[in-house]
């Protein structure tokens, strides 16, 4: 199978962007980082993030693994 490809034009993507596209994609940005938020899976990054302020709220996840480990008889 042969693959066609279009000859392409290279295109700074802060180019294509107004003032006002701009404003809305860092206020956008900012509102989802907000709300709902981010899952964050590294402890050392969610601790930088609470020492400078952010809400961090810690969960707990449990593995298959470690299920099957510690209650095997429900596997």
Same mark, same amino acid.
């Given at each position: 199978?042969?693959?066609? &490809? !279009? =000859?392409?034009? *290279?295109? !700074?993507? $802060? %180019? #294509?962007?107004?003032?006002?596209?701009?404003? /809305? *994609?860092? =206020?956008?940005?900012?509102?989802?980082? +907000?709300?709902?938020?981010? /899952?964050? $899976?590294? %402890? #050392? @990054? @969610? !601790?930088?993030?609470?020492?400078?302020? @952010?809400?961090? #709220? %810690?969960?707990?996840? *449990? +593995?298959?693994?470690?299920? =099957?480990?510690? *209650?095997?008889?429900? &596997?």
């Amino acid at each position: 199978m042969v693959e066609s &490809f !279009k =000859q392409g034009v *290279l295109v !700074k993507p $802060y %180019e #294509r962007l107004n003032q006002d596209h701009v404003k /809305w *994609l860092d =206020q956008s940005s900012l509102d989802i980082l +907000s709300d709902p938020g981010i /899952w964050c $899976y590294n %402890e #050392r @990054a @969610a !601790k930088l993030f609470k020492s400078h302020g @952010a809400n961090v #709220r %810690e969960e707990t996840v *449990l +593995s298959k693994k470690l299920l =099957q480990k510690h *209650l095997p008889g429900l &596997f």
